[in-house]
């Protein structure tokens, strides 16, 4: 059965929390060379016949927040 992958990401012009956590603890462990994180969430979907459009319809409903995120689709195989 097809995969698709739907990675779900916090729009640009929001604050990332998690990230600037993630970011300011990673220089704290002596990796300084980090400017800045974001943290996003990777989905991963078995669908038959899988189509962009029926993907983004799911994304729109139930897998992402439209106001406050955007989502990229890789259909594999």
Same mark, same amino acid.
């Given at each position: 059965?097809?995969?698709?992958?739907?990675?779900?990401?916090?729009?640009?012009s929001?604050?990332?929390? @998690?990230g $600037?956590?993630? @970011?300011?603890?990673?220089? $704290?462990?002596?990796?300084?060379?980090?400017?800045? @994180? $974001?943290?996003?969430?990777?989905?991963?979907?078995?669908?038959?016949?899988?189509?962009?459009? $029926?993907?983004?319809?799911?994304?729109?409903?139930?897998? @992402?927040?439209?106001?406050?995120?955007?989502?990229?689709?890789?259909?594999?195989?």
């Amino acid at each position: 059965m097809p995969k698709v992958r739907v990675l779900v990401t916090l729009k640009p012009s929001l604050l990332d929390s @998690a990230g $600037r956590t993630v @970011a300011d603890s990673l220089n $704290r462990l002596g990796f300084s060379d980090v400017q800045s @994180a $974001r943290i996003g969430k990777l989905i991963e979907l078995e669908v038959e016949n899988p189509s962009k459009e $029926r993907i983004s319809e799911m994304c729109q409903k139930l897998l @992402a927040n439209p106001v406050t995120e955007n989502y990229d689709i890789e259909v594999l195989g």
